[in-house]
């Protein structure tokens, strides 16, 4: 299986930019789809970016299309979320996951999470 922990998490300024990391460990990430979801206080945990094994195909939710970028680097086991343009909005808590699926935006396609970073975004 495969164990995930993400970092990077904080306090930033609207307009301000973070980058979230999520390291995997046991099974190489490289067998894997990853995925980054966010869920705020009330709210259903909702997808953000995913990324298929190879880098060669990326999805974005719509309300982060152009301020954010998901990569992943498979030698280090790795994925990435680099932040831009951060809105208040954006506050949540983020989580990465790992799929056997190409590239999917469905939390239930993710068998393997991290246990979350916190994100707050101020105005």
């Known amino acids: 299986q495969v164990q995930l922990v993400e970092s990077g998490g904080g306090l930033v300024q609207a307009g301000g930019s973070l980058r979230l990391s999520c390291a995997a460990s046991g099974r190489t990430v490289s067998g894997y789809g990853m995925g980054w979801f966010r869920q705020a206080p009330g709210k259903e945990r909702d997808f953000v970016a995913a990324i298929s094994r190879t880098s060669s195909s990326t999805y974005y939710a719509g309300s982060v299309k152009g301020r954010f970028t998901i990569s992943r680097d498979n030698v280090k086991n790795t994925v990435y979320l680099q932040m831009n343009s951060l809105k208040p909005e954006d506050t949540a808590v983020y989580y990465c996951?790992?799929?056997?699926?190409?590239?999917?935006?469905?939390?239930?396609?993710?068998?393997?999470w991290g246990q979350g970073t916190q994100v707050t975004v101020s105005s």
């Open positions: 996951a790992a799929t056997a699926v190409l590239l999917t935006s469905t939390s239930q396609d993710y068998p393997y």
